[in-house]
């Protein structure tokens, strides 16, 4: 990734600015890569509910923004989390939090924002393929069905091909058309950290989930569709590493 362009709004946020989408490059990767079948055939064990994946990622002590929806969401400790249990929880920010309430950037108080985020532990990326996004996006899905592939397979085959410059702990089902990767990165400097972004960015990645106090879907969660959010792909060596 050494010649990926870097341009962020912030080295706190690390949200890269829009960038056109490298077509060509990703048809390249997608006809090559992986299917979402051999995605999850190369995972290892998966926990089996919200409560497992986060202790196998989290130290009980650590302060984790959750909610239903992005309104309700509230900070506590995982060891409360677990008394009170998951429930109808369908959200988390993967950045574990410093405390209850920050300041935003329009200096209110509030209970998520970059001021009461803690370090990044992971760089969450999130493909979601669909139809009608735009012409050169459905010429790439239209090339896909002609090979028995959907776009789900496509999603996988680019979070296993960005395994090659971060390695990938797991991939959350959002419960609706997209895959969300969890990538560690204790450790990794920031610059390299926003080159990575830069680089999903350019393969048509939602930046979305970039900002580092920006609520994912829960692992094992259910959305308001009644759809799961599965877990996918585990990888329990990385993610005891990022621990």
Same mark, same amino acid.
């Given at each position: 990734?050494?010649?990926?362009?870097?341009?962020?709004?912030?080295?706190?946020?690390?949200?890269?600015?829009?960038?056109?989408?490298?077509?060509?490059?990703?048809?390249?990767?997608?006809?090559?890569?992986?299917?979402? #079948?051999?995605?999850?055939?190369?995972?290892?064990? /998966?926990?089996?509910?919200?409560?497992?994946?986060?202790?196998?990622?989290?130290h009980?002590?650590?302060?984790?923004?959750?909610?239903?929806?992005?309104?309700?969401?509230?900070t506590?400790?995982? #060891?409360?989390?677990?008394?009170?249990?998951?429930?109808?929880?369908?959200?988390?920010?993967?950045?574990?939090?410093t405390?209850?309430?920050?300041?935003?950037?329009?200096?209110?108080?509030?209970?998520?924002?970059?001021?009461?985020?803690?370090?990044?532990?992971?760089?969450?990326? #999130?493909?979601?393929?669909?139809?009608?996004?735009?012409?050169?996006?459905?010429?790439?899905?239209? /090339?896909?069905?002609?090979?028995?592939?959907?776009?789900?397979?496509?999603?996988?085959?680019?979070?296993?091909?960005l395994?090659?410059?971060?390695?990938?702990?797991?991939?959350?089902?959002?419960?609706?058309?997209?895959?969300?990767?969890?990538?560690?990165?204790?450790?990794?400097?920031?610059?390299?950290?926003?080159?990575?972004?830069?680089?999903?960015?350019?393969?048509?990645?939602?930046?979305?989930l970039?900002?580092?106090?920006?609520?994912?879907?829960?692992?094992?969660?259910?959305?308001?569709?009644?759809?799961?959010?599965?877990?996918v792909?585990f990888?329990?060596?990385?993610?005891?590493?990022?621990?």
């Open positions: 990734l050494s010649g990926t362009e870097v341009n962020v709004d912030g080295a706190r946020s690390l949200i890269p600015r829009k960038a056109k989408t490298d077509w060509t490059s990703v048809l390249t990767i997608v006809k090559a890569g992986d299917t979402l #079948e051999t995605m999850s055939g190369a995972s290892g064990d /998966i926990p089996p509910d919200a409560a497992s994946v986060l202790q196998a990622i989290y009980p002590e650590a302060l984790l923004c959750c909610g239903s929806e992005m309104s309700n969401a509230r506590q400790s995982l #060891e409360e989390w677990l008394a009170e249990g998951f429930g109808d929880l369908r959200l988390i920010v993967p950045n574990p939090m405390k209850a309430m920050g300041v935003n950037q329009q200096g209110r108080t509030s209970a998520r924002c970059l001021d009461n985020t803690g370090p990044r532990k992971f760089l969450l990326v #999130e493909f979601d393929f669909a139809k009608g996004k735009s012409s050169d996006c459905d010429s790439v899905i239209e /090339i896909m069905e002609t090979m028995g592939r959907t776009t789900s397979d496509m999603n996988a085959a680019l979070h296993s091909h395994q090659q410059y971060l390695p990938l702990g797991m991939v959350v089902y959002s419960g609706g058309k997209s895959l969300h990767g969890w990538y560690p990165c204790t450790g990794i400097p920031e610059e390299e950290q926003a080159r990575f972004l830069a680089y999903a960015l350019s393969l048509g990645a939602d930046p979305m970039f900002t580092a106090c920006q609520l994912a879907r829960m692992p094992w969660g259910i959305r308001d569709n009644g759809c799961v959010q599965e877990v792909y990888n329990s060596e990385v993610i005891n590493h990022a621990r």
